[in-house]
């Protein structure tokens, strides 16, 4: 390099140095070559002076915890637990290498930073107005250089951030220790009641949404909601009471000239594409062998007499999501999931599903029929316009059926079980339940299960094998630690103190 850094590495054995001379040189020495992301696992660990932090103001700063590592957009750390001035705050952090990201991202204009309460760096700046945040409030800031435990090259060789958050030097919740005591079985009982009680969480959703709509509004709501992914949830759930599931189903069996399940789910689409306001705008050029398509599902949705409605308030924006997923696809797949469900309704359909009394056959049921159908149009796409696939590709995947079977037939079977007080029915609902595999672990799961289990791959890998310890993972970050991860008030920690979670 035609400017060399030599002359900042003579210095790096050099207190003196790096106490009155380095912070002027930050940028250019070792700084230069750290991430974001090493900052957060520096911040995580609370590889700092704990008896000693301070903001740029002088007010004390002690971190009860440093907040959830945030893997999506928005503030690094999500429910960190501080205290500032002495005053117990609990909110979001963000950090940056320099005291101007904030500015530079233009944080003070996004809601997503409306709950920060603490903007920590790696440098320190010059006096002048602090940065405030979308109303106005304005956010304490502390820079970690003068607090860090060590040398910044020390911690460098130290931490591995690309293994973060998941294998933190501090990441181990205070129930790590107790569960490690415990039997296999008593653990993998834990997960196994939390597990249910996440199942009977949603049915007494369901329940209490089914004493104000039909029972075939709530399943359609219900399925359509998990076929929006993490990205379009909100906006199948609009679509939902958009297109109610009685309009639908009305529609597409008035049609009488449509008997075939293929010309059903046509229809289908024109109209959940029409109500969701994903249809072609006009003048949109498209490859010459979709015309076809789409000018028929334009024609299909005119005709309905459903086109006047306004679909401008459900906002499909651009989304961080494969191609396969869609929402125009998922439209697409759940079509055919529907056609099937017309002639007794959805509710019903659903729980038949559900009902068998051999666990394996009813997960076997419920799957084939969300993954197996084929659209001769969107199982060779990924968009409207785009070119024709040489081989087709599932509409619903796998994984995803898996989901739904678990968030939405599952739950669905045990309500109407309930309802009916038919215990029976209970019983093969909860097989199947049982049958279920894991879907793909996401990054809440990754994180419980190191935080509950430790480190080592064998200890974790006995409670990843079923979307019943799975959905107990889920729970116990829901009821706990998403909301204390200090564990300070851990109920769960409690219950194991107490050994209140025996073989039974």
């Known amino acids: 390099m035609p400017f060399s850094d030599e002359y900042f590495r003579l210095f790096d054995n050099t207190p003196a140095f790096r106490d009155r001379v380095a912070s002027k040189y930050i940028l250019a020495t070792s700084a230069a070559h750290i991430s974001e992301r090493l900052l957060r696992c520096i911040w995580y660990d609370r590889l700092y002076d704990m008896q000693r932090l301070a903001t740029r103001d002088g007010k004390s700063v002690s971190v009860h915890s440093p907040g959830t ?29 320099e005291p101007s990201g904030w500015r530079l991202h233009g944080h003070s204009h996004d809601p997503r930073y409306d709950n920060v309460i603490l903007h920590v760096t790696l440098t320190s700046r010059a006096k002048e107005a602090p940065i405030v945040s979308r109303h106005g409030v304005e956010i304490a800031e502390l820079a970690l250089w003068d607090y860090l435990s060590d040398n910044l090259s020390v911690l460098k060789s130290a931490l591995r951030p690309e293994e973060y958050p998941y294998r933190s030097m501090k990441n181990f919740g205070r129930c ?15 997960l196994h009641i939390a597990g249910d009680a996440r199942i009977i969480a949603k049915q007494r959703r369901f329940s209490y949404e089914a004493e104000k709509n039909k029972p075939d509004q709530v399943a359609y709501a219900a399925l359509l909601e998990c076929m929006g992914y993490k990205a379009y949830t909100k906006q199948f759930g609009q679509l939902a009471q958009r297109l109610p599931y009685e309009t639908l189903r ?26 969701a306001g994903l249809l072609r705008p006009s003048g949109r050029s498209v490859a010459p062998d979709a015309q076809d398509y789409l000018g028929h599902m334009e024609r299909l949705w005119k005709k309905s007499g459903l086109a006047s409605a306004d679909a401008g308030d459900i906002c499909w924006k651009a989304a961080a999501v494969r191609p396969a997923n869609l929402p125009e696809r998922r439209i697409a797949g759940i079509s055919h999931v529907l056609v099937g469900s017309y002639e007794r309704g959805l509710f019903d359909f659903i729980v038949a599903s559900a009902h068998k009394h051999d666990g394996r056959r009813a997960r076997s049921a419920c799957i084939a ?16 316009g785009g070119r024709r696939l040489k081989k087709s590709v599932s509409l619903i995947g796998r994984d995803r059926a898996l989901t739904i079977v678990v968030n939405s037939y599952v739950p669905l079977g045990l309500l109407h079980a309930r309802q009916e007080s038919r215990g029976e029915d209970e019983e093969s609902v909860h097989q199947l339940y049982c049958s279920l595999p894991s879907p793909l672990p996401n990054n809440i799961t990754r994180l419980m299960e190191y935080r509950m289990f430790g480190r080592e791959p064998r200890a974790r890998a006995q409670f990843r094998r079923s979307a019943r310890t799975q959905q107990g993972l889920l729970q116990i970050f829901a009821d706990w630690c998403s909301e204390d991860p200090s564990c300070e008030n851990c109920g769960l920690l409690a219950v194991l103190q107490a050994r209140q979670v025996g073989d039974g």
């Open 369 to 384: 029929h969300l993954v197996s159908p084929l659209d001769d149009f969107w199982s060779y796409r990924y968009s409207g």
């Open 250 to 275: 009305e529609r597409v069996l008035a049609s009488r000239s449509l008997r075939s399940p293929e010309e059903r789910a046509r229809l289908t689409q024109a109209l959940l594409l029409g109500a």
């Open 69 to 97: 590592w945030n893997l999506e957009s928005g503030p690094d750390f999500k429910n960190a637990h501080l205290s500032i001035g002495g005053q117990r705050l609990k909110g979001d952090v963000e950090l940056h290498i």
């Open 176 to 190: 790590q220790g107790l569960l490690e005591q415990m039997p296999p079985d008593a653990a993998l009982r834990l």
